[in-house]
């Protein structure tokens, strides 16, 4: 009974591959995003959606497009991997007006050689 | 200047001790204060939010929060060697909503 699931947990794949990556939440959040957290531990948001709304798109490549086929999914997927794409990525999901604590998934690690 | 920022230790304390963890923020018009900790190869749980100035208690752990110098703290009372974690700090943003993060500070609780 994961609150936030993602899957999966790991992925070693090859420069120039495209790769995705899945979230659920059974929490009943109407917002989820995704954190990407680098090897100095630093976590940066990089999308959050609302009810399958597209909400906060920070600064990153292109490469990078997430899709929210309704509120409890929100997938990312990653074309044409660069190394420095390697990091743990991290789905997380959030109810409005409850102070909008986040809860985490897992995390999944990407490494690209 | 960052917009969370946390001192990234590792800071170290004996079993039985005050730990106490800082975190500034840049954004005067932030509501809503977080801190979450993290075990090595782990997800991020949250331990305590606060809203208002002042301390918040829960357990072992209380939060402080003092707006007019923009500052948020953890003091962990009676640090357990299972309290070795990073602690993060998280801030959401008076103007975006946006949850956003400190570095995170290393906590070492020695038996």
């Known amino acids: 009974d994961t609150a936030v699931s993602q899957t999966p947990k790991y992925l070693v794949t090859q420069m120039g591959n495209d790769k995705s990556i899945k979230c659920e939440q059974n929490l009943g959040h109407d917002t989820m995003y995704w954190y990407k957290q680098d090897s100095k531990k630093f976590l940066k948001i990089m999308f959050s959606?609302?009810?399958?709304?597209?909400?906060i798109n920070e600064t990153v490549p292109n490469r990078f497009s997430p899709k929210s086929p309704d509120k409890a999914h929100l997938n990312l997927h990653i074309n044409s991997l660069e190394l420095g794409d390697s990091a743990v990525y991290f789905c997380?999901?959030?109810?409005?007006?409850?102070?909008?604590?986040?809860?985490f998934g897992e995390g999944s690690w990407l490494t690209v050689v | 200047q960052k917009e969370v920022e946390q001192n990234s230790g590792p800071l170290s304390v004996p079993e039985g001790a005050i730990a106490s963890l800082n975190c500034t923020y840049s954004?005067?018009?932030?509501?809503?204060f977080f801190w979450y900790r993290q075990y090595s190869g782990k997800s991020p749980e949250l331990i305590m939010s606060?809203?208002?100035?002042g301390d918040k208690e829960d357990g072992r752990f209380t939060a402080q929060l003092n707006k007019a110098s923009q500052y948020v703290s953890l003091l962990i009372r009676d640090s357990q060697p299972s309290d070795s974690a990073t602690y993060l700090c998280?801030?959401?943003?008076?103007?975006?909503?946006?949850?956003?993060f400190g570095q995170g500070t290393t906590l070492q609780v020695k038996p």
């Open positions: 954004d005067r018009g932030s509501q809503s």
């Open positions: 997380a999901s959030s109810l409005t007006g409850t102070g909008n604590t986040i809860y």
């Open positions: 998280a801030v959401r943003t008076g103007n975006t909503g946006k949850l956003i």
């Open positions: 606060i809203y208002s100035n």
């Open positions: 959606y609302n009810n399958k709304e597209l909400i």
